[in-house]
């Protein structure tokens, strides 16, 4: 006896993709990406099998060139995988939440704290050119944002061991 698979219902396809593709650019937003990146990533996430640019376009609905500049930028963040299919190639979305956040910490948290940790040293030395007064409360203050700085920094080693991303940064 040979079994037969259910006919495909594309309205519930569609349904589901357009679901996904509104999650991963909301998410996009919310973490200060266009969502144009989150469209992207979600048509893959929801693709059984890899699709070329061509068809990310036409299943999103946005322009060839949003599309590679997504990919471009998910492909440095570690979220797909480009893979060679003749004179084009085919995309895939990784599934491993652990991949996502290492390249979110490693593309964005290390380098906007390795820059807010210079930043904050910069300013410790103008304390001292300012009236009495003001120099008091602009040295609490800085101590405060100092002290954020350095628990995030703390965080990462931590978060790194659980997801098992790299760091570079330095304290």
């Known amino acids: 006896m040979q079994v037969i698979d259910p006919p495909v219902d594309n309205a519930a396809r569609q349904k589901f993709e357009q679901g996904l593709i509104s999650v991963f650019s909301e998410l996009a937003d919310l973490f200060g990406n266009p969502r144009s990146h989150g469209q992207v990533y979600g048509i893959l996430f929801s693709s059984p099998v890899p ?24 492909e440095e963040l570690g979220a797909v995988e480009r893979k060679a299919n003749g004179k084009f190639g085919v995309y895939t979305a990784k599934l491993e939440l652990k991949t996502l956040i290492s390249g979110f ?12 940790n210079a930043t904050l040293k910069e300013l410790s030395p103008l304390i001292d050119q300012m009236p009495a007064g003001e120099a008091k409360e602009a040295g609490f203050r800085l101590q405060r944002v100092t002290q954020w700085h350095a628990r995030a920094a703390q965080f990462l080693p931590l978060a790194e061991k659980l997801l098992g991303a790299k760091r570079d940064v330095e304290n």
């Open 51 to 74: 699709l070329t640019m061509e068809e990310i376009t036409n299943r999103i609905g946005i322009s060839m060139g949003s599309v590679s500049i997504g990919l471009r930028a998910l």
């Open 105 to 116: 910490v490693r593309q964005r948290l290390v380098p906007r704290l390795e820059k807010s």
